[in-house]
């Protein structure tokens, strides 16, 4: 995908959350958000929820939050049907982007250990392994890999 077709990224908002809360419990199952918890997050910060739409249609989403001069990706997620498109990617460059913006020493993020497109994902945009966190995906139990890409 080319930067002039690049998906449009952009932040969500509350009426983003009946299609956000749907998207989570389809992608991310019994380990996902729950509503209240969406609805809380994104009331609290809109310009940390992003995400790119597909004929009006949210497809794709991400959450971060910053502290200090750390970014924490905390959530980045595809819709099943337009997962092969880009977007993950369109989504992470728009994430750097904005960390970059801020002046981030370091982006961090944890993924489970299982989810090997996200991991084979973050290597490619330069994030190491740190560590892992033993059952920390809640109430599967699965492990999750620490991952840290230190800003120029």
């Not at 944890?110 to 497109?117: I, K, R, S, W």
């Amino acid at each position: 995908m080319t930067p002039a077709s690049a998906p449009a990224v952009r932040d969500l908002e509350e009426g983003d959350l009946p299609r956000l809360a749907a998207l989570e419990a389809e992608i991310f199952g019994r380990s996902a958000w729950s509503r209240s918890l969406i609805r809380d997050e994104l009331l609290w910060g809109l310009s940390r929820w992003r995400g790119i739409d597909d004929g009006g249609v949210l497809v794709a989403y991400a959450l971060y939050g910053f502290e200090g001069d750390a970014f924490h990706l905390m959530n980045l997620a595809v819709a099943p049907e337009a997962r092969s498109r880009g977007l993950a990617r369109a989504l992470m460059d728009d994430l750097l982007a904005e960390a970059a913006r801020l002046e981030a020493a370091d982006v961090w993020l944890e993924v489970a250990v299982t989810n090997d497109p996200a991991i084979a994902l973050y290597r490619a945009y330069g994030f190491e392994d740190v560590r892992v966190r033993r059952k920390y995906y809640q109430p599967e139990g699965i492990d999750a890999l620490v991952m840290r890409r230190r800003m120029p």
